[in-house]
C-alpha cells in the first residue's frame, strides 16, 4: 500500500511569513499533483510535477519534485490570508496501478493578518 | 475554463435505499474516476473508467456500487443498498488522455457531492 506522508499537518503563520510544507513517501511516483481544498468543496489543481528535480514556480508558490520522485516540497512566500486553505499532495503510481491517486491527509494552512 | 461538475450538490437518503451521483467530466476528456472522502480523513480512490469499461477499482468499491456513462456526458455512481459508512463526500475527476507530460498525468476534480445516509 502506498502512502503519502505530508508534514506538517497544521501550520499557522502570520501574513508576510515564508513556509514550506512536504509531501514524502518511500513510494517512486510517475507524477506528483498539488491541490487545495477549502472547507465542503473538490480539490482544485495547484500543479503537477512529472520530472525528478523538477521545480514549477506559480506566483508566490514554488513546488519541487524530489530527483528520486518519492517526495515533493511547496514553498510559500510572503505569506497572505488568501493562502489560508488545506495543501493535499496526490501521487500517480509508476509501476502497478496507472490510474488512481494516492492522497495525504493534508497541510492545514492558516495564514493570520 | 473547462470544469467538471457534479449534481447534486447534497443529498440526503435512507439506510437501504439506492442513490446515482451525477458527474459531467471535461469535454474531450477521456478518463474518468470516482473518489470520496469522509469527514476529517483523505480522498480515497474508488474507481477508474476508460473506454465504456471499469479500468481498476479499489477495495471500497464492492458490488453495491457501480458506474456508467450511459451518453456522450454524463458519468454516474450508484449505490444500490446504502450504508451509514457510505455517509461522505463522492468527488468526480476526468483525465484527457495518456500523452506523456504533466496534461495527461492530471485529474481535474468536480466540486463533489455529500452523501448522508441516515
Not at chain 1, 13 to 35: A, D, K, P
Not at chain 1, 91 to 98: A, Q
Not at chain 2, 21 to 47: A, D, M, T
Request: glycine share 8%; hydrophobic share 30%; net charge negative.
Amino acid at each position: 500500500t502506498q502512502l503519502l506522508e505530508q508534514s506538517p499537518q497544521f501550520l499557522s503563520i502570520q501574513e508576510g511569513e515564508n513556509l514550506t510544507v512536504y509531501c514524502n513517501s518511500s513510494s517512486v511516483f510517475s507524477s506528483l499533483q498539488w491541490y487545495r481544498q477549502e472547507p465542503g468543496e473538490g480539490p482544485v489543481l495547484l500543479v503537477t510535477v512529472v520530472t525528478g528535480g523538477e521545480v514549477k514556480k506559480l506566483k508566490r508558490l514554488t513546488f519541487q519534485f524530489g530527483d528520486a520522485r518519492k517526495d515533493s516540497s511547496l514553498h510559500i512566500t510572503a505569506a497572505q490570508p488568501g493562502d489560508t486553505g488545506l495543501y493535499l499532495c496526490a501521487g500517480k503510481n509508476s509501476g502497478g496501478s496507472n490510474y488512481k491517486l494516492t492522497f495525504g491527509k493534508g497541510t492545514l494552512l492558516t495564514v493570520n493578518p | 475554463e473547462p470544469e467538471v461538475t457534479q449534481t447534486p450538490s447534497h443529498q440526503v437518503t435512507q439506510m437501504g435505499q439506492e442513490v446515482i451521483l451525477r458527474c459531467v467530466p471535461i469535454s474531450n476528456h477521456l478518463y474518468f474516476y470516482w473518489y470520496r472522502q469522509i469527514l476529517g480523513q483523505k480522498v480515497e480512490f474508488l474507481v477508474s473508467f476508460y473506454n465504456n469499461e471499469i479500468s481498476e477499482k479499489s477495495e471500497i468499491f464492492d458490488d453495491q456500487f457501480s458506474v456508467e456513462r450511459p451518453d456522450g456526458s454524463n458519468f454516474t455512481l450508484k449505490i444500490r443498498s446504502t450504508k451509514l459508512e457510505d455517509s461522505a463526500m463522492y468527488f468526480c475527476a476526468s483525465t484527457s488522455d495518456w500523452t506523456s507530460g504533466a496534461q495527461g498525468e492530471t485529474q481535474y476534480f468536480g466540486p463533489g457531492t455529500r452523501l448522508l445516509v441516515l
